[in-house]
């Protein structure tokens, strides 16, 4: 197998999330505190992150539904996700979060719901996304992962 | 980077209830060669130093259920826990005042980097060093 094809190519695809922001810097930081002790340390905490996120998102669906116009209540779990995507950089999804708060604020029931349906579209695409290159990271190799992308 | 000093680990608790930012801030300080206590609420966190646990640095998320951080930071305060360093750790720039309020040492944005806590670890390091 051309374990350094690989490697090229889960550089690329690093690259790739980083360029069309997904991710920022954070996730390199997480990527950073990896070491022998510890070589998945960052498929581990992105593996931990979608299952919290998972919760957390459904909560805000039920909540959307059992507390109408409740938008503090809508805002507080928003901000737990908004939290978790920041801490692994999850840049795109902490944007959405950002825009579901904002419409908290206002007040606007039908800007939180479509920027809610925003949120989950991007929740999904980010895990394919992460899980393609945990996956290609694993194939590479144990020296598999992919440099800190030129920013 | 913080380094360890025989038989005088730095302690730390974490108290955060997220548990994606509970494994990477434990991460960190494992890295620097902390002894890290995890504490899932204010309370949990107010129960420890009640036991007697002794901590050099504290951090705390601010929103958490049952007590939060700023609650936590002040009831602990009272209890005369005046040399740990008390440290606020929110996504949310408004818990700055709310922490330093309590009477926090300092308030850090969310998400945290290496570099920063290294560098609070060290004062932390190097006051316990000239405590003897």
């Known amino acids: 197998m051309d374990y350094s094809n690989l490697r090229r190519q889960a550089a690329s695809m690093k690259k790739s999330l980083f360029d069309q922001g997904y991710l920022d810097e954070q996730f390199c930081q997480v990527e950073d505190l990896q070491d022998e002790a510890s070589p998945n340390f960052a498929e581990e905490v992105v593996t931990l ?32 996700l908004k939290g978790s995507c920041s801490s692994i950089g999850a840049s795109r999804m902490k944007s959405e979060c950002m825009s579901f708060r904002d419409y908290c604020g206002q007040g606007n029931v039908e800007g939180c719901m479509k920027s809610f349906q925003k949120v989950k579209r991007e929740h999904g695409v980010l895990r394919q996304k992460l899980e393609s290159y945990f996956q290609l990271l694993q194939q590479a190799g144990p020296t598999g992962a992919a440099t800190r992308p030129a920013m | 980077m913080a380094s360890k000093k025989q038989g005088s680990a730095t302690r730390a608790l974490v108290v955060e209830d997220i548990k994606v930012d509970c494994v ?8 620097l060669n ?38 936590a930071v002040t009831k602990i305060r009272s209890m005369g826990a005046t040399d740990v360093k008390m440290v606020g750790v929110s996504a949310d720039y408004g818990g700055m005042e709310a922490f330093m309020r309590a009477g926090a040492d300092m308030f850090v944005p969310k998400p945290m980097k290496l570099e920063t806590l290294d560098s609070m670890l060290q004062e932390v390091i190097g006051k316990k060093n000239t405590s003897g």
């Not at chain 1, 998102?57 to 938008?71: R, T, V």
């Not at chain 2, 990477?24 to 890295?31: G, H, P």
């Not at chain 2, 309370?43 to 007590?67: C, H, N, Q, R, S």
Request: proline share 4%; glycine share 4%; net charge negative.
């Open chain 1, 49 to 80: 992150f979608f299952k919290d996120s998972a919760r957390l998102i459904s909560n805000i669906e039920q909540a959307l539904e059992k507390y109408p116009k409740d938008f503090n209540k809508w805002d507080a779990y928003m901000q737990q």
């Open chain 2, 24 to 31: 990477i801030l434990l991460r960190m300080l494992r890295k």
């Open chain 2, 34 to 71: 902390c002894e890290a206590t995890v504490a899932h609420n204010g309370k949990e966190a107010v129960d420890l130093f009640l036991e007697g646990k002794t901590f050099d640095i504290v951090f705390f998320d601010k929103d958490m259920p049952l007590m939060t951080g700023p609650e």
